[in-house]
Nanobody
Framework: QVQLVESGGGLVQDGGSLRLSCAAS????????RGWFRQAPGKEREFVAA???????VYADSVKGRFTISKDNAKNTVYLQMNSLKPEDTAVYYC???????????????WGQGTQVTVSS
């Protein structure tokens, strides 16, 4: 069983940067695709980015060019570097693990507890 723990959230000003981390424990980290999703108050959870087992990446249009997903198999950790943050990026960010790097939350069967990201204007 894989367990995921996010960190790195916080309060940042419009235009600022944050890097989220998601550490995994349990089964072999490299055998899973990893995704980042986010959920703002009153809204549904939405896809942000994903990285496949071989390192292919996919991004939501809203973050393309600003966010970068990466992973370090030796550290069992996936990262989300977020630059040029906007107030509309404010949400709880969740990392996830699944078989494929796809923008569908239903395809991921392990989730972290979430970390809050707040971008002030």
């Amino acid at each position: 069983q894989v367990q995921l723990v996010e960190s790195g959230g916080g309060l940042v000003q419009d235009g600022g940067s944050l890097r989220l981390s998601c550490a995994a424990s349990g089964r072999t980290f490299s055998s899973f695709a990893r995704g980042w999703f986010r959920q703002a108050p009153g809204k549904e959870r939405e896809f942000v980015a994903a990285i496949s087992r071989i390192g292919s990446t996919v991004y939501a249009d809203s973050v393309k060019g600003r966010f970068t997903i990466s992973k370090d198999n030796a550290k069992n950790t996936v990262y989300l570097q977020m630059n040029s943050l906007k107030p509309e990026d404010t949400a709880v960010y969740y990392c996830s693990a699944g078989a494929f790097a796809v923008p569908d939350a239903a395809k991921y069967n392990v989730w972290g507890q979430g970390t809050q990201v707040t971008v002030s204007s």
